[in-house]
């Protein structure tokens, strides 16, 4: 586990009190001796049950767990339990958790393979566990924290792969290692920071997001991943935060007020068929105000970027950095958007984005059909650039810009439109 992961296992304080009596009604596992022998003795399990899975209904596992260290559930279905305290655990195998609750739990296992959590909450903060494993799933499960502050989130976290399916909830980390999917969820503001570095060097996830629904700052900051992959999905703020991808990134019918903060690193990134709104917005009560978009990764890592495509995207006005003109001359213009071009190439098209600063160091850009009121070249070194239907009717900075081999002719000029050409080679 990172650092911070590891001081979260070692918190495991209980919340006590919990709204209904689902704790006065539970019976003390150690109180079903039947049950308790097997659940104890994975042997014994064996040779009473074979194959066939051993449940267990109403228990209360108390507060403590001593006697569970180091344990080994395996074929077990839980039903209708509660979970307390600190339950660290060798293994827990084959196992269904169904309509369970784990208040304020510090519930971990060194592997979990092929378990199930259906219908579960962790009614607060919580740290659900496991250090490997494979083929974890969240099915309906509530992760309802309390506390905004990002110090007191609690975590749901695994090395191994996982998924999380229409869950909710909100106030804490989301996150595994290995393969994550996030399907029909709808959460909160949640970290969701996949990856992580051990032993001196990083491990990547692959992360996938489908059809959720994210209200407040969704911060992926800051993640490594090998490839991410967001479709039909909706978010306030979506927070990149230098994330590391190592591979592609493909956003698709996405609708955001906002996706702010660069990438670490990418191969490709490929927008597709969004919107992002760019208004000033008040997260969590107070004031806020963000860049509609940033497509593009660290400069110092801009030359393993070799692929950009924005198609059919729409931005909204953002009116940040508003004195775009002082004294009929261009100045600090297009805070909406920020773009940054792919080494090989660079494509936008479909796209209207009012403000956009387009940082582009690519050998082909082509620009097809896109619409704005103000948009800055400034400094980009380009091997082929054609416009078609381009059509930025305030102003556009050129300043700085070498471009190899220019097609133009689908620029469209307006009345009034200013165009600065300073220290360029491009003659329009």
Known sequence: MSTRRQFLAMLGMASLTITGCTRMTAKNIEAMPHEYALLMD???RRAALGDQRLRISGADFGLGGTDFYDKAWENVHFYDCIFYGVIHLSLIQNCVFEHCQFPG????ARTMEDVLFARS??????????AGGKNVRFVECDFGAKNPDVNQYGSIYFNGDVSYERCTGQYMDVSGDSVVIYRDCKFGSVDLKNGTFEKGQWIYATVTIENCTF??????????????????????????????????VLIEGVQARAMVDMFENARSITIRNSRFRGVS???????????????????????????????NIECGRDDWGVNDIVDNKLTNISRGCQIMGGY??????????PNASLMLESASVLIDKYEGEKASFVTSKIGSLTLRDTA?????????VQVQKLDASGLVRYTGQQIVTKDSNINL
């Not at 090989?344 to 984005?353: A, M």
Request: net charge positive.
């Open 42 to 44: 994975p042997a014994k």
């Open 105 to 108: 739990s510090n519930f971990q």
């Open 121 to 130: 909450d962790t009614l607060g903060g919580a740290y659900l566990m496991a």
């Open 215 to 248: 209200k407040g700052r969704t911060r992926l900051s800051r993640s490594s991943l090998t490839g991410l992959t967001i479709r039909n999905s909706q978010f306030d703020i979506l927070k990149i935060g230098l994330s590391d991808v190592q591979g592609d």
């Open 281 to 311: 917005i008040s997260p969590e009560g107070y004031e806020a105000r963000y860049r509609s978009l940033d497509c593009g990764i660290s400069p110092e890592n801009r030359k393993n970027l070799r692929s950009v495509v924005l198609e």
């Open 344 to 353: 090989d190439s660079t494509v936008i098209r479909h796209c209207t984005i």
């Open 392 to 400: 930025i009717v305030k102003a556009i900075d050129f300043t700085g």
